[in-house]
C-alpha cells in the first residue's frame, strides 16, 4: 500500500512537473508574442511622425503651388510698397512695376516666387515650418540651393517627382520635402528669356517640417502603449497561471480518485482470494462428512457468498459419499 501510495505520488508529482513545464512555456510564448506585437506597434507609431511631418510638407507644397496659381494667372500681384516689401529689382524690364493710385498710394508688383519668399518667412515665424524657393539656375543669388536641394533638383531632371530627407538644422531634426517647379505657358511671360520653355523644370520648392512637437506627441503615445501592452501582458500571464492552477488541481484530484479506486480493487481482490481459500476448506471438511462451522471474518458480501453457493458445495460432496 505505502509502495503504491509512493508511486502515485511520484505519478502526480511527473504530472504537476508536466503541468508547470507547458504553462511556463506557454507564458514566455504569450510574452514573446506579445512583446513583438508591442515592438511592431511602436515602431508603427514612430514611423508615424514621419509620415504626418510628410503629409504637412506635402499639404504645405500643395498649398504654395495654389497661391502660385493664383497669382501666376493674374501675372503677378500689385501690393503696397513697404519697408518689408520694396519693388523687385529683377522686374526692372516690367514697364508697370511700379504703379500710383488715384490717391498717390505707391503699388509694386509681386511676382510668384517674391510671395512665396514672403510668405515662407511668415510661416516660418508662425509655425516653424521652413520653405525655399530654389533653382540650379536662380535668377536671384539668395535664392540658390543647398547641397540637398542640388541633389533633389539634379533628380527631379532624371524623372524624380519627389524627395525626402531628414535633415538637423540649428540642432532640430527637420523633414524635408521637395517637389519640381514646372515651366507653364503663364511662367513664360517672365522667364521667356532665360531660354525656358513650356514643360521645363523651372526649380522647385523644399518644405521643411520640425519633427519635435510630432515626436513628443509619438512618445507620449509609445509610453501609453507600453503601459496598455504591459497590463494585457499581465492579464494574460495571470490568466494562464490561473488554468495552469486548475488543471494541476484536477490532476492532483483525479489522482487521488485513482488511488482510492486502486485501494478499493485491492482490498476486494484480497477478500476474494481468501474467500476462495475458506470456500475450498469448507468443501473438503464436508467432502470429509464432518460438521464445520464455516465462518469469515470477512466482510458481508463474503459471507453472502458462501451462503449463496452452500447448496452448491454440497452437490459435489454426494460424489465423494
Ligand atoms: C511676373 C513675373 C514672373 C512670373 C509670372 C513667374 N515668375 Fe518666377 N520669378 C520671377 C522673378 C523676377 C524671379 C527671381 C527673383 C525673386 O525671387 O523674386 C523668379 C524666381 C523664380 C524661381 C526661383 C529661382 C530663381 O530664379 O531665383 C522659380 C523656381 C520660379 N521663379 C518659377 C516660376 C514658375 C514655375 C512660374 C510659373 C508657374 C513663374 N516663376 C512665374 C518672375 C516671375
Known amino acids: 500500500m505505502v509502495i503504491l501510495f509512493g508511486v502515485m505520488v511520484m505519478k502526480n508529482e511527473e504530472k504537476t512537473f ?19 506585437f508591442m515592438m511592431w506597434t511602436i515602431n508603427n507609431e514612430k514611423g508615424s511622425v514621419y509620415i504626418y511631418a510628410t503629409n504637412e510638407a506635402r499639404a504645405g507644397f500643395e498649398k504654395d503651388l495654389l497661391y502660385r496659381y493664383w497669382s501666376t494667372i493674374h501675372g503677378g500681384t500689385y501690393v503696397p510698397v513697404t519697408e518689408h516689401t ?34 515662407h518667412e511668415l510661416g516660418e515665424k508662425l509655425y516653424g515650418m521652413k520653405g525655399h524657393i530654389t533653382s540650379l539656375n536662380p535668377i536671384r543669388s ?18 524624380t517627382i519627389e524627395s525626402l530627407a531628414i535633415k538637423i538644422f540649428e540642432g532640430a531634426e527637420y523633414l524635408r520635402l ?27 520648392i523644399s518644405i ?50 485513482e488511488q482510492a479506486l486502486k485501494e478499493a480493487t485491492d482490498i476486494s481482490r484480497d477478500n476474494m482470494i481468501n474467500q476462495h481459500v475458506t470456500t475450498s476448506r469448507c468443501l473438503d471438511a464436508l467432502a470429509r462428512g464432518n460438521s ?18 452452500r447448496s452448491a458445495a454440497v452437490v459435489p460432496s454426494d460424489r465423494f459419499v
Request: charge should be positive.
Open 18 to 36: 508536466e503541468i508547470k513545464k507547458t504553462f511556463s512555456i506557454l507564458i514566455v510564448c504569450w510574452l514573446i508574442i506579445i512583446g513583438a
Open 86 to 119: 520694396p519693388p523687385n529689382p529683377y522686374l526692372n524690364h516690367i514697364t508697370e512695376r511700379d504703379i500710383l493710385t488715384p490717391s498717390g498710394r505707391k503699388l509694386t508688383l509681386v511676382n510668384p516666387a517674391y510671395m512665396t519668399r514672403q510668405v
Open 142 to 159: 539668395e535664392n540658390k540651393p543647398d547641397d540637398w536641394e542640388v541633389e533633389s533638383l539634379k533628380s527631379f531632371e532624371n524623372g
Open 178 to 204: 521637395m517637389r519640381p517647379l514646372i515651366v507653364e505657358k503663364s511662367c513664360l511671360k517672365c522667364h521667356a528669356k532665360q531660354g525656358y520653355v513650356e514643360g521645363n523644370i523651372r526649380g522647385g
Open 208 to 257: 521643411s517640417v520640425p519633427l519635435k512637437s510630432y515626436k513628443a506627441v509619438s512618445i507620449k503615445n509609445i509610453k501609453n502603449l507600453v503601459i496598455i501592452f504591459g497590463v494585457i501582458a499581465l492579464l494574460g500571464m495571470v490568466g494562464l497561471f490561473w488554468v495552469g492552477l486548475l488543471m494541476n488541481r484536477k490532476e492532483l484530484d483525479r489522482c487521488i480518485a
Open 292 to 309: 464445520v462451522k464455516c465462518s469469515t471474518n470477512h466482510s458481508n458480501g463474503s459471507s453472502n457468498f458462501f451462503r449463496n453457493n
